[in-house]
Structure formats: C-alpha cells, structure tokens
C-alpha cells in the first residue's frame, strides 16, 4: 500500500526536484574575493586622483619683475586627503611654481612657502643688486621677529637675488656674502649652468650659497640652517636643496 503524501512532503518533493544555479552564484560564503576587490579598485582610484592632482596641480605665480614687490603670492592649498575602504591617503601641500622669465628664472617651493619681495634694506654690499625675494614658512609676525634676530637670511629660509654682472661677478658676490677664511667652495652644475657652490659658518648658523654668472646677470640662490630650536615645523634642508636642484633657468 503506497502511503499516503502530506502536502507539505509534495511541496517540499516538488522543491527539491527544481534545478539551481552554480553554487558559487548565490552562496555568499563561495565568493569572498568580490568584496576586497572592490575595495581595492576604489582605493586605486583614488590613490590615482591624489597623483594627478600632485601632478598637475603645482600652481604658478604671476612674475615678480611684472607686477611689482607688492605683488599677492598665491595661497598654498591644503593638504589633500582621500578615503579608500576606510583609509585615508594624504599628500602635503602641493608645491608652488613662481615664474620670473625677465629675471631668468622659474622657482618651485614646497608647499606652505611663501614669498616675501624686496625685503632686505639696500647696503654698501649689495652695489648692483636688482631684484632679492626671500621665501619662508613663518607666519609675518614670526618673521619680522626671526630677521630682526637673523639679519637678512634667518636659517631656514631660501633667497634668490639678481644682480648686474657689470657691477659684481659671481665670485666676488659670494666673497662679499661672508664665504672668505673657512669658506669651501666647489664647482658644480645647476642644469647645465657652471655654478660656484660656497658652505661657510656665521654663529653656528651654516650658509649655503650657489653663484652663476648668466649673461650679463649673475644668479644667487642661497638658504640657511639652524639651531634645530630654529627650524619651523614641516622645513628639512633637504627641501632647501630640492628648491637650488628644480629651479628652471630660462
């Protein structure tokens, strides 16, 4: 005698006789790369985007010698930062091009610089001297007070100044700089350009300067470092060198 079939086993005959999809279609567990991957194609997007906008987001200036020593320069941006699956990728400000084609030269500083035009006071030393831009990282007040301490270069710093070549050479810029007993000097090459590198020492603050004679100017790139006590926060001499190495000469 065939037994008799609640219609609860019919239903459930029924159900198990249907065909299903490949397991691995519809059993969460049978797919666990999906989700990392995901998370890692949009944190490659957006690591992507922080590179183009490090790129082709260096900002660039009007030019000195155009607009005057009164001139704006333009406010640093901030930092830059993106989430990507819960983590945060950051980049520093980005860096900022001020172009002087007159004076021949193009500058980039990092990020958080700014420039400060014609700063220092005109004296028996500077006979030829054209233009001078200092840039720092210290807020006006903080300046005004590191110069008054300092004198025209406080450590930390970076300037760059233009002077007549029919006036002074660049040999004797950097004698009348202080590079005399003590001084070490070198020949070298800034992009090709023949360049005087000078190192000496003025009350524990160590100078560094770079001469080259450019047609009928001379070129003078020069920065200072301190006392550790002295330094600003986020500023190593290795952004001060990187600033001599990247300027473009025109």
Same mark, same amino acid.
């Given at each position: ?11 459930? !005959? +029924? ?12 059993? =969460? ?12 194609? /949009? ?15 260096? !900002?660039?200036?009007?030019? =000195? ?8 320069s333009p406010t640093p941006p901030s930092s830059a930062c993106a989430d990507s699956g819960g983590r945060r990728a950051c980049v520093a400000p980005l860096p900022v091009i001020y172009r002087s084609p007159l /004076?021949?030269?193009?500058?980039? &500083?990092?990020?958080?610089? %700014? ?12 006979s030829g001297l054209l233009y001078r831009e200092r840039y720092t990282v210290r807020p006006v007040d903080e300046d005004r007070a590191t110069v008054a301490n300092f004198g025209a270069i406080p450590p930390w710093?970076?300037?760059? +100044?233009? @002077?007549?070549?029919? &006036? ?24 090709? +350009? ?13 100078? %560094?300067?770079? @001469?080259?004679?450019?047609?009928? !100017?001379?070129?003078? /790139?020069? @920065?200072? #470092?301190?006392? +550790?006590?002295?330094? =600003?926060?986020? &500023? ?7 600033? #001599?190495?990247?300027?473009? /000469?025109?």
């Amino acid at each position: 005698m065939v037994p008799e079939l609640s219609i609860a086993r019919v239903f459930q !005959r +029924e159900l198990d006789a249907l065909p299903l999809p490949p397991e691995d279609a519809w059993v =969460p567990n049978a797919r666990p790369a999906r989700a990392p991957a995901l998370a890692m194609a /949009l944190g490659a997007v957006a690591l992507a985007a922080i590179l183009v906008v490090t790129i082709y987001g260096v !900002r660039a200036s009007q030019d =000195p010698a155009a607009v005057g020593a009164d001139a704006i320069s333009p406010t640093p941006p901030s930092s830059a930062c993106a989430d990507s699956g819960g983590r945060r990728a950051c980049v520093a400000p980005l860096p900022v091009i001020y172009r002087s084609p007159l /004076l021949g030269y193009n500058i980039v &500083v990092p990020g958080g610089f %700014h420039r400060v035009a014609n700063d220092a006071q005109a004296s028996q030393t500077s006979s030829g001297l054209l233009y001078r831009e200092r840039y720092t990282v210290r807020p006006v007040d903080e300046d005004r007070a590191t110069v008054a301490n300092f004198g025209a270069i406080p450590p930390w710093d970076f300037v760059v +100044e233009v @002077y007549e070549r029919a &006036v002074v050479s660049a040999s004797e810029r950097a004698l009348l700089d202080g590079c005399s007993a003590g001084c070490v000097t070198t020949q070298t090459t800034i992009r090709k +350009e023949p360049t005087l590198s000078a190192t000496w020492t003025v009350g524990g603050v160590v100078m %560094h300067g770079y @001469y080259m004679d450019r047609s009928d !100017r001379v070129l003078v /790139l020069k @920065y200072a #470092v301190g006392p +550790e006590t002295s330094r =600003p926060a986020g &500023v190593n001499e290795s952004d001060l060198l990187r600033i #001599v190495e990247t300027i473009g /000469l025109v």
